[in-house]
């Protein structure tokens, strides 16, 4: 890596979580590689469809409570994935037209679409890995968009079970809010399972097929946090995260993960857990 820069040939022969996350959201911007990596994930964990999807509408009513209740007016979206509906800084700018994001994700196709997406707009993408945070951190973009005097949210959405426990993920987590200034808010989300013995399978699996992956129980996550006040209702299983029925709707699934629709309707014990905390 150079100059902060991370190498543009990806392979196309192995799946990214940018390219197989926007998949079950209804993207196009996908291989081969990355619908079959979730074909074969949902075989045994037929959850994830659902899971991805509530995910992504948690984006929206977080946002939008950042903005218009806790006044927050600038982003940092580690792991931002690739650009849909109703993406960070379009929810924020919605309600507070003044509001600045910066977009970090690791994988290159993502830097190019955010690039198109963002061409008008005081808003940035950068490539970068969230693992290195004193990188991004350093970035131009970071310090031209992101007055460190003033509350800014972090937001790890979908993507703190990226980092494996070799990764130290609570430094990663704690980096830049524990050097915020007080009203910052870190916002973050993780698959977890009640069971972990099938947590533990799900992990197996996930990283042999080259995405690194740790399924974590919500005490694991919780561990990570302490210090942080959780706004209400505090970290829960994102469905029950100030759910809104009227909130803008995702694109429809693809044909092919239909039928996973609705699961954990039944399947209780595998789901996003997160919420939004703020530093004293």
């Not at 707009?121 to 968009?145: H, K």
């Not at 990226?162 to 200034?181: G, M, Y």
Request: net charge negative; with cysteine.
């Amino acid at each position: 890596m150079k100059n902060g820069q991370i190498p543009v040939d990806v392979p196309d022969d192995v799946p990214t979580s940018a390219r197989a996350y926007g998949w079950m959201l209804g993207g196009k911007d996908n291989y081969v590689i990355d619908r079959q990596f979730i074909l074969d994930t949902v075989q045994g964990f037929p959850e994830c469809v659902d899971i991805a999807r509530q995910n992504r509408a948690f984006l929206y009513r977080a946002v939008r409570y950042l903005v218009k209740e806790a006044g927050i007016r600038q982003f940092i979206d580690m792991g931002c994935g690739l650009p849909t509906n109703n993406n960070v800084h379009q929810v924020a700018q919605r309600f507070a037209p003044d509001a600045r994001v910066v977009y970090v994700d690791i994988d290159p196709i993502v830097l190019v679409h955010g690039r198109a997406l963002l061409a008008d707009n005081s808003s940035t993408i950068i490539t970068g890995d969230m693992r290195d945070q004193s990188a991004i951190l350093e970035r131009d973009d970071v310090v031209r968009l992101i007055d460190f005097d003033e509350p800014v949210a972090v937001l790890f959405l979908s993507v703190v079970h990226h980092l494996l426990d070799a990764d130290d993920p609570r430094r990663i987590l704690r980096t830049i809010i524990d050097k915020a200034v007080p009203g910052s808010h870190l916002c973050l989300s993780q698959v977890v399972c009640d069971d972990p013995a099938r947590g533990a399978t799900m992990s197996r699996q996930i990283t042999a097929a080259g995405i690194p992956w740790r399924t974590r129980t919500p005490a694991e996550l919780d561990s990570f946090l302490d210090g942080l006040e959780p706004a209400e209702p505090g970290l829960v299983n994102l469905l029950d995260w100030r759910p809104d029925p009227f909130q803008p709707p995702l694109e429809e699934a693809p044909e092919e993960l239909a039928s996973y629709l609705g699961i954990t309707e039944t399947s209780k014990d595998l789901y996003e857990y997160g919420g939004v905390l703020r530093k004293p």
